[in-house]
T-cell receptor, first 118, second 114 residues
Framework: AQTVTQSQPEMSVQEAETVTLSCTYD???????LFWYKQPPSRQMILVIR??????QNATENRFSVNFQKAAKSFSLKISDSQLGDTAMYFC???????????????FGKGTRLSVIA | GAGVSQSPRYKVAKRGQDVALRCDPISGHVSLFWYQQALGQGPEFLTY????????KSGLPSDRFFAERPEGSVSTLKIQRTQQEDSAVYLC????????????FGDGTRLSIL
């Protein structure tokens, strides 16, 4: 079974600064995807960024980037130029398989509550 | 609709009552998932449908939990004889089989059992 561990229950960052959220995972699978989701108080899970395990290049989406270390099974999220709207719960998630659009459930970590301070 | 729609948004029930939670996925999405998110935790998988077929129900915590998707579109999660530990947010997600995108989530139903 796969497990996802987020060791930082809460973090805070000053507006415009950079923050890194940690995530480690355990799996024996070779093909898989990793995701970071954002959950604001509205409760909707919003996809922030995704990484295919077979890709060595780290994914980036505007101010969001990841540091994917496959051998170490580590998948951290870096948020640059933090904005007040980034305040939310952030969940790291794992999905096994080769295609994202299949019937494979996501395995989530417990989340990190990020507060961006003005 | 444009996104996954769940209703009701909030549900309060007394212990022992039955509840039904509805999920209306994105039109044309083949796959539908239910997750349970306890307070302060990440979502945990309950069950998965491909069209009307329930292909995986390994995450359902007890036989009091039942899900259906009779016409391959709207799904209902039913919890019988509710208990306080059933209090959680229930999230629904869907995606298209051919999509390279992961699951699209609804806003969830917050269930409180008194």
């Amino acid at each position: 079974a796969q497990t996802v561990t987020q060791s930082q229950p809460e973090m805070s960052v000053q507006e415009a600064e950079t923050v890194t959220l940690s995530c480690t995972y355990d799996t024996s699978e070779n093909n898989y995807y990793l995701f970071w989701y954002k959950q604001p108080p509205s409760r909707q899970m919003i996809l922030v960024i995704r990484q295919e395990a077979y890709k060595q290049q780290n994914a980036t989406e505007n101010r969001f980037s990841v540091n994917f270390q496959k051998a170490a099974k580590s998948f951290s999220l870096k948020i640059s130029d933090s904005q007040l709207g980034d305040t939310a719960m952030y969940f790291c998630a794992f999905m096994k398989g080769r295609m994202a659009g299949t019937g494979t459930p996501l395995v989530f970590g417990k989340g990190t509550r990020l507060s961006v301070i003005a | 609709g444009a996104g996954v729609s769940q209703s009701p948004r909030y549900k309060v029930a007394k212990r022992g009552q039955d509840v039904a939670l509805r999920c209306d996925p994105i039109s044309g999405h083949v796959s539908l998932f239910w997750y349970q998110q306890a307070l302060g935790q990440g979502p945990e998988f309950l069950t998965y449908f491909q069209n009307e077929a329930q292909l995986d129900k390994s995450g359902l915590p007890s036989d009091r939990f039942f899900a259906e998707r009779p016409e391959g579109s709207v799904s209902t999660l039913k919890i019988q004889r509710t208990q306080q530990e059933d209090s959680a947010v229930y999230l629904c997600a869907s995606n298209s089989r051919d999509s390279l995108q992961p699951q699209h989530f609804g806003d969830g139903t917050r269930l409180s059992i008194l």
